[in-house]
């Protein structure tokens, strides 16, 4: 018989050069994306991604800002805060105003149902000033489409 090695954990392995090297199944598989790609672009071109849009309210805050103080201006990290702000507030009047056409077994929220989530949510006297600025636009807004 015969004598069996002490260790093996020093040693490498004795049928690496039967293995193919890993660069040549990956550049097979390389070769293979490359090749559907200009196929698919049609004259080899790559498409232009489209730029996704952000939708915010930092212009409307910003037209805001210049009517109430002209010479102010306002920071990136501000702006954010803000525009978190405001996307908050939506989205609580909207819940809301959800829950309450939904308890009245309605399917549409109509001016009524934002009025009475916005004395729900905001406290006392800015809820009172949040509903005439809202009701004077639905005003505003009513009369320009009858024209």
């Given at each position: ?15 690496t ?43 409307y ?61 905001l ?25």
């Amino acid at each position: 018989m015969a004598p069996k090695p002490a260790s093996t954990a020093g040693k490498a392995p004795a049928s690496t050069a039967s293995k193919a090297p890993a660069k040549s199944t990956e550049g097979s598989k390389a070769a293979k994306k490359t090749a559907s790609k200009p196929s698919a672009a049609g004259d080899g071109e790559k498409k232009k991604r489209k730029k996704v849009r952000k939708e915010t309210y930092s212009s409307y805050i910003y037209k805001v800002l210049k009517q109430v103080h002209p010479d102010t201006g306002i920071s990136n990290k501000a702006m954010a805060i803000l525009n978190s702000f405001v996307n908050d507030i939506f989205e609580r009047i909207a819940t809301e105003a959800s829950k309450l056409a939904s308890y009245s077994k309605k399917s549409t929220i109509s001016s009524r149902e934002i009025q009475t989530s916005v004395r729900l949510i905001l406290p006392g006297e800015l809820a009172k000033h949040a509903i005439s600025e809202g009701t004077k636009s639905v005003t505003k807004f009513s009369s320009a489409g009858a024209k």
